[in-house]
């Protein structure tokens, strides 16, 4: 990805998963707005973006954070929200045995004692293999694959979610459903 296509990706995950707010910008409960709003409401903040570069920011890279409708008139972020304009209704699933969570050594002590939790996100992240999650933990240091038993916190109540990129999203993991993945 061009260094201008990944600003244009920051600057999206800013405005549609945390502050619309920054540019006046109201998303719907399901995330959803215009993009010509977006475009319209970045310019006047400041910032440059135009339909263009937000749709190859949405088709750059694997990760496919952003949606399209299919009409090509509406953007959202598929996760990854912390701001409170967006409640995403999603459909409850049946998840697989395990479930993997990427993330940093340092975050080990903390998660060993209190779960998974969302640090300000709606939900907790998890992927379905172990290759995905070493690459997200890689983002933040020095990485670390989390196993979850996923299976048996759903049968303990737990709601799981999977959303159209493929990730697995939780409200939390209890430290008794985590370990170390083994390769």
Request: charged share 20%; with cysteine; proline share 5%.
């Amino acid at each position: 990805m061009d260094s201008e296509t990944e600003n244009t990706s920051k600057l999206l995950a800013f405005i549609l998963r945390h502050k619309p707010e920054s540019i006046g910008l109201q998303l719907d409960p399901e995330g959803w707005t215009r993009v010509s709003c977006l475009v319209e409401q970045a310019r006047a903040a400041g910032h440059r973006l135009d339909p263009g570069n937000v749709l190859q920011a949405v088709h750059a890279g694997a990760k496919r954070r952003y949606e399209m409708s299919e009409d090509g008139l509406f953007i959202r972020a598929i996760q990854g929200h912390s701001s409170m304009q967006v409640q995403r209704q999603l459909q409850a699933v049946h998840p697989p045995e395990w479930l993997f969570h990427g993330t940093a050594t340092r975050f080990l002590p903390s998660i060993q004692a209190q779960g998974l939790v969302p640090a300000g996100r709606h939900h907790v992240h998890l992927s379905s293999d172990q290759a995905t999650a070493m690459e997200v933990g890689r983002r933040h240091g020095e990485p670390v694959v989390l196993r979850i038993a996923a299976q048996r916190l759903h049968a303990g109540g737990h709601v799981f979610h999977q959303v159209e990129n493929g990730v697995w999203l939780t409200a939390s993991v209890p430290p008794a459903f985590l370990s170390l993945a083994r390769d």
